[in-house]
């Protein structure tokens, strides 16, 4: 009974909150309904059909793919490298100061969303592919080291504190205790992070970035619809064919 009521409780604070939202935010769902509103929309979403599929925009879209998976591949792998360096610290493999420094780091990395460190990049290193991976490399070097770190934590003493007395030196020891039974989670970690990487580099060619997402805009900038609509469809098709191949890859690999 005091359980059910706790959740009463939780629940009335809830809706309290959500309607303080609305109220906060002057949210008029009314109003995007009202006039010719829906007139609107429709007509807007209307001119993307039928979508741009002439032989020489096609050939443009399938280099923006394959530089859009490039992106997130090199960017996957180099936040992946960057993440096991760092995840060796902040699981406090090498003392307490550094594991604090190194939380401290990753904290940094991924608190600052991926435009950030595009825009930022862009900067740095100038419109193109380039700005795009390393800010999908700074971002997600923060994820990943995270969860490496919290699988290095979690993972069985036993194995490894059984080479060490046997005499085995600690980079052996870490190697052939440790390693073989977080590699598999390390994998899967890193493909869920492909996974979102690919949608993410789409998107950070807004910013310049490169792939599809540079693609996009500049048709949605020049109110080429058609053009668009194929570009939205290519980016559709290739991340249900990487969600498909990671689910299959972490089912084999997990």
Known sequence: MKRQFEALIWVALLLAAVVASFSWLKLDFVALFAGDGLQQMHSYAASFFPPDTSTNWLRQIFHGSLETLAISAIGTLLAALAGAALSLLAAGRLGTVAKLLARLLLNALRS???????ALM???AGLGPFAGTLALALHTAGVLGRLFAEALENAPPGPTRALREAGAGPVAAFCYGT???VLAQWLSYTLYRWENNIR???VLGFVGAGGLGQMLYVT????QQPRAASVILAMLVM?????ALSA????RWG
């Open 239 to 243: 991340v249900l064919l990487v969600d």
């Open 112 to 118: 600052i969303p991926e435009l950030v460190w595009a």
């Open 200 to 202: 993410m580099a789409a």
């Open 179 to 181: 390693l073989p039974g």
């Open 122 to 124: 862009v900067l740095a």
């Open 220 to 223: 949605l900038s020049l109110f």
């Open 248 to 251: 299959w890859l972490r089912r």
